[in-house]
């Protein structure tokens, strides 16, 4: 035997010492303790009411005689019924003409003024701090009192609200214009602010005057996410580019926005989610009206499930929730999908 081997030897058996095995079995065995609570977490309070709204989906049920899986004796199984009842009706088609006029309207209103007032607390000299926290400040009132609150400034009362009181003061109160396919009707805001014929559809611009008090209490989140960003910029960049010559404009397409397309992807992402999921803010101000003009697929699912109880559309709903959660999923892919790679 060589040296080498009688060297190896002690050290094979040492090994396979049954402490040694024990310490390499705990070693495999602690990150599953550690990843285990959330799993539990996740499973019961996610993975279990999701996989739970799928299998309803496929039933008739109502809130007054709910699905239970425990009670298979009263199921009454339709299949995808459900799913093709919903996809040929015409309530859902309004709900996600609706949703879609959020899902464009919405994210991009939040980009175009979050982004210019990170910009300016960036630049502030002096009250940064300020600044920040005034315009942070609606994200800590819920939907529902920012609905409200703009339903005041909304109010067609030229004595109580305030649009309506300034389009009295500069004479355009009541007035209509027609540009085209395009209507407007000043002072009703959430009744009938204008049309947009577009032909094969109308395009009811009551949904903007519910999306913009949204923009109003959610464009903090961009604000907070952009400022965040702007600080991670390279300096020396910046410094580059103004010894080059670049003026203030170029600086922000050139650089800033290069650099700040994670904190975009962000902020565009979560916004359309919650574009898609709104309600609260659309039922204190319009309800779904007029005439379902603001009606989304979240205050359809609502309606179906809670404003009907004695009737088994329970199922309908669900069918409308596995639908919405599908499109975010596929909407969140590609952000999924550039994290991991960041990640790795």
């Known amino acids: 035997m060589t040296t080498t081997e009688k060297v190896a030897a002690p050290t094979l058996n040492a090994a396979r010492t049954p402490g040694t095995r024990r310490r390499q079995g705990r070693a495999k065995i602690t990150p599953y303790l550690f990843v285990g609570p959330i799993l539990l977490v996740f499973a019961g309070f996610y993975l279990w009411p999701a996989l739970s709204t799928i299998a309803s989906s496929l039933f008739t049920w109502g809130m007054l005689n709910p699905w239970e899986l425990g009670a298979p004796s009263e199921w009454d199984y339709v299949g995808l019924s459900n799913y093709s009842s919903t996809l040929s009706s015409a309530d859902f088609w309004n709900a996600a003409l609706n949703s879609a006029i959020w899902l464009i309207v919405f994210p991009v209103l939040v980009l175009a ?40 400034i909304y109010n067609p009362d030229p004595n109580k609200g305030v649009l309506n009181a300034l389009l009295r003061v500069v004479g355009l109160e009541d007035a209509s214009f027609t540009f085209g396919p395009l209507e407007v009707h000043a002072g009703q805001w959430l009744s009938n602010p204008g049309i947009l014929h577009l032909g094969m559809a109308d395009v009811r611009f009551a949904n903007l005057f519910v999306i913009i008090p949204a923009v109003w209490a959610f464009a903090g989140f961009g604000v907070i996410t952009f400022t965040a960003g702007l600080t991670s910029v390279p300096s020396e960049l910046l410094d580059a580019a103004r010894v080059d010559g670049a003026k203030q404009s170029q600086l922000v397409r050139h650089v800033v926005i290069p650099s700040l397309r994670p904190s975009i992807v962000v902020v565009a992402v979560v916004s359309v989610i919650f574009a898609l999921r709104t309600f609260d803010i659309v039922l204190v101000t319009t309800a ?34 596995v639908l919405m959660s599908v499109f975010m999923i596929i909407i969140s892919l590609p952000y999924i999908r550039a994290t991991l790679k960041e990640q790795q």
């Open 113 to 152: 003024v979050s982004f210019p007032l990170a910009l300016l607390v960036w630049n502030a000299r002096r009250g940064s701090g300020i600044f920040r926290s005034i315009f942070i400040l609606p994200m800590t009132i819920s939907l529902s009192a920012a609905g409200i609150i703009w339903s005041f």
């Open 288 to 321: 779904g009206g007029p005439a379902k003009d603001t009606e989304v697929l979240a205050m359809l699912l609502w309606r179906q499930v809670f404003q009907y109880l004695d009737t088994p559309q329970g199922g309908l709903a669900a069918a409308i929730a």
